[in-house]
């Protein structure tokens, strides 16, 4: 069966896990050839050492009815982008459709304390690896997508513009997804006169395999952990995200997007699409209602 991408290209960045694999996996579903890269393999682990591989990523996305194409990268070495992208022209004749820049990897030097009491080193090399991947592989990658004179660039971040005025709890988190966020908007300046559309995206309370992990459930049975974290309740597979960046790519008037802080909840109401259980969580409406708001007895129910 053809799908509303078939005969697109994109590449996700980022894509072994968590968000990365759930848009990889739903740009698949919708027909696309998906490169996806990352530093975990078969062969070898990242420093983050989970179990999730880029073979396995592209795997589910031909399952799914695409083509996956597995390519490890390591997003901070700029040579190492370079040859992915001498790649793609070879192996796709230049075409690059959409672009997702996926990477952070900096959970592991995140500390959730005062600026003046984190430990410095992780602070900065957080800052590296989240900011500095996206710059360096938008440096080498657009150069793809504006000599077409066309394409999507989605930045993935934490935040949509319901949410970015608040601190995330840690500075050096908080500086990396907002950079990530106003990359999306600065670029429409540069971007949109050469045809392609740039945005940033964030999913909501995400449900990836490590947060499973973390509370120790399956996602068959997540709900289990509510009694543990009450904002689980909103929580989201990564295929939410992974539909909206499939409806973007799908979308002949996505330039209305341009320059926006978009969230999956937001998208799912305009383009009608559901998380793989039916319903349209709005993450991010929860929490400015329920969380920072003076709504703290909000049904979740009523944001699903």
Same mark, same amino acid.
């Given at each position: 069966?053809?799908?509303? #991408?078939?005969? %697109?290209?994109? #590449?996700?960045?980022?894509?072994?896990?968590?968000?990365?694999?759930?848009?990889?996996?739903?740009?698949?579903?919708?027909?696309?050839?998906?490169?996806?890269?990352?530093?975990?393999? *078969?062969?070898?682990?990242?420093?983050?050492?989970?179990?999730?591989?880029? &073979?396995?990523?592209? *795997?589910?996305?031909?399952?799914? +009815?695409?083509? $996956?194409?597995?390519? *490890?990268?390591? @997003?901070?070495?700029?040579?190492?982008?370079?040859? #992915?992208?001498?790649?793609?022209?070879?192996?796709?004749?230049?075409?690059?459709?959409?672009? =997702?820049?996926?990477?952070?990897?900096?959970?592991?030097?995140?500390?959730?304390?005062?600026?003046?009491?984190? !430990?410095? /080193?992780? +602070?900065?090399?957080?800052?590296?690896?989240?900011?500095?991947?996206?710059?360096?592989? #938008? @440096?080498?990658?657009?150069?793809?997508?504006?000599?077409?004179?066309?394409?999507? =660039?989605?930045?993935?971040? /934490?935040? !949509? !513009?319901?949410?970015?005025?608040?601190?995330?709890?840690?500075?050096?988190? /908080?500086?990396?997804?907002?950079?990530?966020?106003?990359?999306?908007?600065?670029?429409?300046?540069?971007?949109?006169?050469?045809?392609?559309?740039?945005?940033?995206?964030?999913?909501?309370?995400?449900?990836?395999?490590?947060?499973?992990? @973390?509370? %120790?459930?399956?996602?068959?049975?997540?709900? !289990?952990?509510?009694? &543990?974290?009450?904002?689980?309740?909103?929580?989201?597979?990564?295929?939410?995200? $992974?539909?909206?960046?499939?409806?973007?790519?799908?979308?002949? &008037?996505?330039?209305?997007?341009? $320059?926006?802080?978009?969230?999956?909840?937001?998208?799912?109401? @305009?383009?009608?699409?559901?998380?793989?259980? $039916?319903?349209?969580?709005?993450?991010?409406?929860?929490?400015?209602?329920?969380?920072?708001?003076?709504?703290?007895?909000? /049904?979740?129910?009523?944001?699903?």
């Amino acid at each position: 069966m053809s799908g509303p #991408l078939d005969g %697109q290209v994109a #590449l996700v960045t980022g894509g072994t896990r968590g968000a990365g694999r759930g848009m990889a996996v739903e740009l698949g579903t919708a027909g696309a050839t998906v490169y996806v890269t990352g530093r975990s393999t *078969r062969e070898s682990r990242s420093p983050i050492d989970r179990p999730e591989t880029i &073979e396995d990523t592209a *795997r589910l996305v031909t399952e799914a +009815g695409g083509h $996956g194409i597995a390519v *490890r990268c390591d @997003h901070m070495v700029p040579a190492e982008v370079a040859a #992915l992208v001498r790649r793609i022209e070879h192996e796709q004749d230049g075409r690059l459709d959409v672009l =997702v820049d996926d990477t952070w990897g900096g959970d592991q030097w995140i500390e959730w304390k005062p600026l003046w009491e984190h !430990d410095l /080193d992780k +602070g900065l090399r957080a800052l590296r690896n989240g900011l500095e991947t996206h710059l360096i592989t #938008l @440096h080498t990658v657009l150069p793809l997508l504006v000599r077409r004179g066309r394409g999507l =660039v989605v930045e993935v971040t /934490d935040g !949509d !513009d319901l949410f970015n005025d608040r601190y995330r709890g840690s500075m050096f988190f /908080d500086m990396v997804k907002v950079a990530i966020t106003r990359l999306g908007r600065m670029l429409k300046d540069e971007l949109e006169p050469n045809g392609v559309t740039s945005l940033s995206l964030t999913p909501g309370f995400l449900r990836s395999e490590e947060m499973l992990d @973390h509370f %120790q459930v399956t996602e068959d049975n997540w709900r !289990d952990a509510i009694a &543990e974290d009450r904002w689980f309740s909103i929580s989201e597979t990564p295929r939410y995200i $992974g539909r909206a960046v499939a409806a973007l790519a799908a979308d002949p &008037e996505v330039s209305r997007w341009s $320059g926006k802080a978009l969230s999956s909840g937001v998208l799912a109401k @305009h383009y009608g699409f559901t998380d793989v259980d $039916g319903s349209q969580p709005e993450a991010s409406r929860f929490f400015a209602d329920a969380y920072f708001g003076d709504r703290k007895d909000a /049904d979740v129910e009523d944001y699903r």
